[in-house]
């Protein structure tokens, strides 16, 4: 009796599971430890939000099998919400899908588009559902190395040719997870052209297009011309509205693709449920305040960070967008080194940066969606706990 295919016994533990068997060891010990490695932010979902579900749950038709493509009211949210934030016009028919959180899409898209053998480009370090479900979809992810030196972003030119004409499809995300990265629209329009050039289909991960910092506007790739016709973008009230366990994202773009990816859907799932579907457009049809509010607690989280980790040596930049902080770990140290001291010794778990891929090794992410007296606690323990040798970590 064989308990897992080969599919599913070649996939290594999600790394945050992995995380969080240890963390959970730890407060067992007694150990008040504070974890910044995970993305889920601590602010609540905005009351009226949560209003809303509470009112269309008491209509009995809002809780019967929801339609596969999502609700009228939702596709329609989404698409003025595109024609105001981005200029871009959707047919909320054919070029907007609801999903259940953008991860299910995301994973869903690979079998929609990808056979087996075929190459799928992945920035590295990312997001693993990118890799992971290439992985069990039986395709080869090839990792598009993101250094500080390239400004995270691929380059295109490096892609062997034999590589590029396997792709099928290439992940972008910006603001980026973990690196924090921000982008402006030349390079998804550099992106597109690669793509139409080969042939290869792009998924945008725009999960924290909205969690941005100060004046800076992330742009969508279907602002790039000619991106119709081969990009697909996700998006996310998780990050954006506190809503992370809510489940309920939605993919727009390129209909066929959108198509494809509702083939799958309509075989695995039956969509979100209707009252979040609505919940979730009235929070997109809602103003900004409380999206503007929420980036400024973000900001001012990251000067924190920044602050204390520049008492260690450690030298940070303030990012335009995410929630994260992307540091180098202090010489001489590999990742996992570093995250392992700054855990034994100050009781905060910081994620190692090749947890998002092999060229994350060297680097570190820490979260700041955490309260921000933790935070503050997090780092005063970081700069006063972590034993210093010589003045030098
Ligand atoms: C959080 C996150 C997601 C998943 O968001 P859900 O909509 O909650 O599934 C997708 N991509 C990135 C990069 C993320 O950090």
């Known amino acids: 009796m064989q308990y897992s295919s080969r599919r599913v016994a070649q996939i290594p533990p999600y790394v945050f599971a992995e995380m969080n068997k240890k963390k959970a060891r730890m407060i067992q010990e007694g150990v008040d430890v ?36 999502g609700c009228a009211e939702f596709r329609k949210a989404v698409a003025d919400f595109y024609g105001r934030e981005y200029g871009v016009a959707l047919d909320p028919d054919t070029e907007v899908l609801a999903l259940i959180g953008s991860k299910e899409g995301i994973a869903h898209l690979i079998p929609a588009l990808v056979d087996p053998g075929d190459v799928v480009l992945v920035p590295d370090p990312s997001y693993p559902v990118y890799r992971m479900a290439t992985e069990i979809a039986g395709g080869e992810p090839y990792g598009m190395p993101l250094t500080a030196e390239n400004r995270y972003e691929p380059r295109f030119d ?37 793509g139409r050039a080969h042939g290869i289909a792009i998924a945008h991960d725009s999960a924290y297009g909205m969690v941005t910092i100060g004046d800076y506007k992330a742009p969508s790739i279907l602002q790039a011309a000619g991106a119709k016709e081969i990009a697909i973008e996700f998006g996310s009230l998780s990050k954006t509205y506190n809503m992370t366990g809510w489940r309920i994202g939605y993919a727009v773009g390129n209909s066929r693709l959108i198509k494809s990816l509702s083939v799958i859907k309509s075989n695995m799932d039956s969509g979100p449920f209707t009252p979040i579907q609505k919940a979730a457009a009235f929070a997109l049809n809602g103003d900004k305040e409380t999206i503007v509010a929420h980036n400024r607690i973000y900001r001012e989280r990251m000067d924190v960070v920044i602050e204390g980790l520049a008492a260690i040596g450690v030298r940070a930049e303030a990012p335009r967008g995410s929630f994260f902080i992307w540091a180098k770990v202090p010489q001489g140290y590999t990742s996992a080194a570093f995250a392992a001291r ?22 570190f992410r820490i979260s700041v969606s955490v309260p921000g007296d933790r935070l503050e606690e997090a780092m005063n323990r970081i700069r006063h706990q972590l034993k210093f040798d010589g003045g030098q970590l």
């Open 34 to 69: 504070i974890d910044l490695g995970i993305g889920d932010p601590d602010l609540p979902t905005p009351r009226p939000i949560v209003d809303k579900l509470i009112e269309e749950m008491q209509d009995p038709a809002n809780l019967k099998y929801p339609s596969f493509i």
């Open 158 to 194: 490096t892609i062997p040719k034999e590589t590029a004409e396997r792709a099928k499809l290439m992940f972008l995300n910006y603001p980026g997870n973990p690196t924090a990265a921000t982008v402006d629209l030349d390079c998804f329009e550099r992106a597109v052209s690669f």
């Open 342 to 363: 700054v855990l034994e010794e100050a009781g905060v778990i910081v994620t190692p940066g090749p947890a998002f891929g092999p060229a994350g090794e060297g680097y």
